[in-house]
């Protein structure tokens, strides 16, 4: 347990675990690996692929100087452009395939043009048509007494204009004990929430834990959290009326970023317009009475 990360789940929900010990081959999950790249990786990566295919089949064309008629003998530039334009199926005519080799890599590389495009459409298919839930989740977790009990608090907001039916939140405590044969052991506690569900998540949403006698936190304090090594893990989960499909979000939080004795400020505020939701204040928290 000495070598494990500090924590298991991230502000933004990503597993902080490191694997060793398991042999991880990319082609085996290739299309997963890709689905989840960022936009700005992926594009890039898509585009140096597409540039190296090209690339090769230009110098197998400029290996043989008879395999494409219309281009400038030597002329390394033209070759290249023929290749852009098979790849792409373009054809503008100015240059053919005239040698028996020029045709039968011109049949191969456009088998693989069309190979690249299904891929590539594919693939950004995917990743455009795939839900995604915009859940803020605060900062800092709080605990104080609401109603007379002593509460765990956090908050969530949907930052969407679209509502999440159906929606539910989990909360685990995660703590390191020993076992009775002295064993450390990485142990999981959920923690029952007031509300776990609502039929509609359209704002604001604050997850509440009360801290009981049969609470895992009865009698806990940042201290004895700091020492187990504990970490609180928020799941999210609901379905997105626009798509009408699951969406899911995660957050984690350490000792160090639960408040106690501080409840979080009032997000809704009276206006002459009427009644709004300020989002700037969904992180702020302020001495509890």
Sequence with gaps: MAGAPKRLIDRSGRAMVI???VRTRLRDDAYYWLL???WRWLVPLMFGAWLAIIAVFAVLFWLDPDSVAGVRPGHFGDVLFFSVETLATIGYGYAAPHSFYGHVLVTIEAFLGMLAIAVATGLTFAKFSRPTARVIFSDRAVVST???VC???IRMANARESQIVEANVRLSLAVDETTLEGRAWRRFHDLRLVRPNTPLFGLTWSAMHSIDEGSPLHGASQASLEASRAELIVSFTGTEETFGQTVHARTAY???EIVWGAR???VFEETPEGR???YARLHEVEPAD
């Design 264 to 266: 979080f400020a009032d």
């Design 19 to 21: 694997r060793v010990g």
């Design 254 to 256: 350490v000792p160090a």
């Design 151 to 153: 509460m765990l608090m």
């Design 146 to 148: 609401h109603d007379g």
């Design 36 to 38: 989840r790249m960022p």
């Design 276 to 278: 709004r939701v300020n």
